[in-house]
């Protein structure tokens, strides 16, 4: 090795890591991994790609330290040891990915790339406080051994930082460890390091609090390990009277979990109940172990007084996880409170080796996924047998393959639907820079909206005052925000644009002195082909339809309504003829052209409702009647302009005492309506029927009837009649 690289206090430890870690490995190693690795290392240093860190941590050391402390405290395993050992020389390509696949194998390469691509995470320093950093963790692993790997390698730079003169650095790092990788390594089951992990963070972060518990728990240790022994000798002798074959041992909490009871229960080191624990473990068979646990517990609480609120009984019930043992805090010697767990020796290897404990972390939310997933981790562990890592090799990690974690420039980390765009992350942060994204810089290069985000991109949103969302941008949004938030910008800038197109629509109307009837309007819309009023306005705003067009369009279909003469509901036509024969003839009430013209069909156009007396003309529709207007009709001058080949003169016969007044009847739309109501008006000799059309929609009719009356009192008489016609809700003489 090169001598430079090494301190003079490092040269000693290193050796000893070296052999430690030969002698731990041996049995899972090649012949030649040895000499092939001392080689590659060794170049690398000479080389200058096997360095120390930026503060001053020999890299070497430390990765020697992380591959003894995962050997020594979990399992020997040559692939994570290689990859643990060869990492810096591949992240800074002194050793190819090629010659890594080809010498080591594609295993050690997958463990390669899931550490190098997890070590980029840590230049975004700000998301690490996020919970979403340690999903995102997990999802650039890809391989359960890279989290066990990062969580070991952390533990070792904990043990090596004690002392460094860099308070920020290791507070950092202390922080780190208590907020990511302590919680990881107890899913895990990781326990006794998650305990490691906790302590060193408590005591790098508040080394007084650290200080002074330890220095209480140095000060009672002798008393301590007095009283335990007191609290064991007459339980030991009890327990060996039943016959039961067991070991029975005390311990004291952790400093951490001390300092959690403390600041929880707002007490003393001495007030907590279980500072220290007995652990009772029985060698049985598994078909005893739930009968002799129990006769432990009953031997237990027959000597000492239990606080029966907190016994908890995971032997009857296990925990989720697999966990089982009985816990029961009682009253032992000087009043003093002990907690007593029982379990037999399977159930403490398996909670002591960390593969089925309390896998929920206290005070973190769980989650349904992960806590799933990491269980079955646990389970794959639990059952092998020729070292743990080699059942979970090829155990994927897609835990979170349906999410997107994404960084902004200033650290920060957010979590979007897998397939989400540019343009969801633009919305996801604020509703004004999604309208306004013109596209944005991805890990530095310009991509546009509907770029897909990739976990770990980090995005900068672009924006121009004069963008604003499109319709086409809901075909690769995926999340309901953007996606509500695109459809109502669109709608409210639509009806704006409605608004506006109506109201030039109503000028023009207005310049034109035509007044809108707004049925007909909506069957002109519809005869356009528009599905809705907004798309028809929106076609005028857009230039697609000339407002001028929509007017002669309009008059158009209003003469054309003016000369139907027709019940909607039916087939059936209801036509009135001018008498035909010059008896009849004087008595009529209308003159339509000169003397010579007789048996004319004609009506009084519903725009005006013409009445006797009004100065009127005739205009020759369509089918050949003639539609009767004042002059003074809204329409006349356009009539009389566009088409003055198709007017007649009409006057009145000069008969006074004849009268036009036209009825508006307001219904249920029933079969037989009209001939009840043409039926009334018929029997009523001084009454004529000149004109009459219905329309219908859905349930209800509207009908118009024009009659000639000469008596006052009779016509009152009909329209009482048409009011007593069952289904009809309303009737109103209009002239």
Not at 310 to 332: A, F
Not at 364 to 393: C, Q, Y
Not at 394 to 414: A, R
Not at 652 to 678: L, Y
Request: a positive charge; aromatic letters at 8%; hydrophobic letters at 35%.
């Amino acid at each position: 090795m090169a001598e430079r690289f090494f301190k003079d206090e490092e040269r000693q430890p290193f050796l000893q890591l070296y052999k430690k870690l030969n002698k731990l490995t041996a049995q899972v190693a090649e012949p030649e991994d040895a000499a092939r690795l001392k080689s590659l290392i060794k170049s690398g240093i000479e080389q200058g790609f096997y360095q120390r860190d930026r503060f001053g941590l020999n890299q070497l050391l430390h990765n020697m330290e992380t591959a003894g402390i995962l050997s020594e405290r979990l399992s020997p395993d040559r692939n994570m040891t290689i990859a643990i050992l060869l990492e810096p020389l591949v992240a800074k390509a002194f050793v190819s990915e090629s010659e890594i696949g080809e010498v080591w194998g594609e295993d050690v390469l997958k463990l390669l790339r899931g550490l190098i691509k997890v070590s980029t995470l840590y230049s975004h320093r700000a998301a690490v406080e996020s919970e979403n950093f340690r999903r995102l963790l997990m999802t650039f692993a890809d391989d359960i051994r890279v989290i066990i790997i990062m969580i070991v390698d952390r533990l070792a730079l904990m043990r090596r930082i004690n002392h460094h003169p860099n308070e920020s650095f290791v507070q950092d790092v202390a922080y780190e460890s208590n907020y990511l990788y302590a919680p990881l390594a107890h899913r895990l089951g990781l326990y006794s390091i998650k305990s490691e992990l906790e302590d060193m963070s408590l005591k790098y972060t508040n080394r007084q609090v650290y200080t002074d518990i330890a220095h209480k728990l140095n000060e009672t240790k002798v008393a301590r390990d007095a009283y335990i022994a007191k609290f064991i000798e007459p339980l030991r002798e009890k327990l060996e009277q039943s016959g039961l074959n067991f070991e029975i041992k005390g311990r004291t909490k952790s400093i951490y979990s001390i300092w959690n009871k403390i600041q929880k229960q707002k007490i003393d080191v001495d007030k907590i109940y279980d500072l220290f624990a007995i652990r009772i473990i029985i060698d049985t068979p598994p078909e005893k172990e739930k009968s002799d646990c129990w006769l432990a517990y009953s031997i237990v609480t027959d000597m000492y007084v239990p606080n029966t609120s907190r016994l908890k009984d995971w032997i009857s019930i296990p925990k989720s996880n697999g966990y089982e043992s009985l816990h029961i805090t009682v009253n032992g010697p000087e009043q003093k409170w002990v907690e007593v767990q029982i379990r037999t020796r399977r159930m403490d290897l398996v909670a002591e080796k960390g593969l089925a404990a309390h896998w929920r972390y206290k005070g973190i939310k769980s989650e349904g996924n992960l806590d799933t997933w990491m269980n079955n981790v646990r389970d794959i562990l639990e059952a092998a047998e020729s070292g743990p890592f080699e059942l979970i090799r090829n155990f994927k990690m897609d835990i979170y393959s349906k999410e997107v974690f994404v960084f902004t420039p200033k650290g920060d980390l957010y979590k979007l639907p897998l397939g989400a765009s540019l343009l969801d992350f633009a919305f996801h942060i604020h509703s004004k820079l999604g309208c306004s994204c013109t596209g944005g810089l991805v890990n530095g290069v310009n991509k546009k909206i509907n770029y897909k985000l990739q976990s770990g991109d980090t995005v900068e949103i672009l924006t121009s005052p004069q963008q604003s969302p499109k319709l086409d941008w809901l075909s690769f949004v995926v999340t309901s925000k953007a996606r509500n938030k695109i459809r109502q910008t669109i709608n409210e800038r639509n009806k704006q644009s409605a608004d506006l197109a109506k109201e030039m629509l109503q000028r023009r109307f207005k310049n034109r002195k035509i007044e809108i009837d707004e049925p007909l309007l909506m069957k002109l819309i519809k005869k356009l082909g528009y599905k809705t009023v907004t798309d028809f306005y929106l076609a005028i705003s857009d230039n697609q339809l000339d407002v001028n067009q929509v007017i002669d369009s309009y008059m158009e279909m209003s003469q054309q309504a003016s000369a139907q003469v027709q019940e909607t509901r039916s087939a059936d036509e209801y036509t009135f003829h001018t008498p035909a024969d010059d008896a009849e003839a004087t008595s009529d009430v209308l003159i339509i052209g000169n003397n010579e013209v007789k048996g004319l069909n004609y009506k009084f156009s519903r725009c005006c409702n013409p009445g006797y007396g009004d100065k009127v003309f005739g205009f020759i529709s369509a089918d050949g009647s003639i539609n009767i207007h004042r002059e003074n009709c809204p329409n006349a001058q356009h009539i009389k302009n566009k088409y003055p080949y198709r007017l007649i003169p009409v006057k009145w016969s000069g008969k006074g005492d004849h009268k036009i007044s036209m009825i508006t009847i307001v219904g249920r739309d029933d079969i037989g309506i009209v001939t009840n109501i043409t039926s009334i008006i018929n029997k009523e000799k001084s009454i004529t029927l000149r004109n009459i059309s219905v329309d219908s929609c859905g349930s209800l009719f509207q009908g118009y009837v024009v009659v000639c009356s000469t008596d006052d009192a009779a016509l009152k008489r009909v329209i009482d009649k048409l009011k007593s016609i069952n289904g009809v809700s309303n009737v109103q003489k209009s002239s």
